[in-house]
């Protein structure tokens, strides 16, 4: 959260305030409905980033994505309009973690036929 806050992010903290292992749905759900509000970017950390992703992707507008490089989490953002990034902190280094984040908050939606295809994802 320092590095986010030192490149001027505006920052709502829905996680853990200890080490101690939680039932991740309790985290997710907050975090889920305000990005589902419109605007705002969220990023989810855990071991395998599979349960939140699987979490937030309940709720309707929500996208979100796992990737454990920056070509990946880039490619989520420009081609599927991610707006939630799912990082697996078993499975990557904090610098990687970094670079991940940096990629899919810079990177824009492409639109045009990406924008197609994102409108078929919603079931409802």
Not at 21 to 37: K, M, N, S, T, W
Not at 46 to 67: D, E, F, L, Q, Y
Not at 77 to 93: E, M, T
Request: proline share 6%; glycine share 8%.
């Amino acid at each position: 959260m320092d590095w986010l806050e030192d490149r001027g992010v505006e920052i709502t903290d829905h996680g853990t305030a200890t080490g101690e292992r939680v039932d991740y749905p309790d985290h997710v759900h907050p975090l889920a409905e305000a990005v589902a509000g419109g605007g705002a970017l969220g990023i989810l950390i855990c071991g395998s980033a599979n349960g939140v992703a699987m979490t937030a992707n309940k709720h309707p507008n929500i996208r979100a994505a796992i990737a454990w490089r920056p070509d990946i989490a880039m490619l989520a953002k420009a081609h599927n309009d991610a707006n939630v990034l799912c990082l697996p902190a078993r499975f990557i280094a904090i610098p990687d973690a970094l670079e991940c984040v940096q990629a899919f908050i810079d990177t824009p939606f492409e639109g045009g036929r990406h924008q197609r295809r994102v409108a078929k994802i919603r079931c409802a």
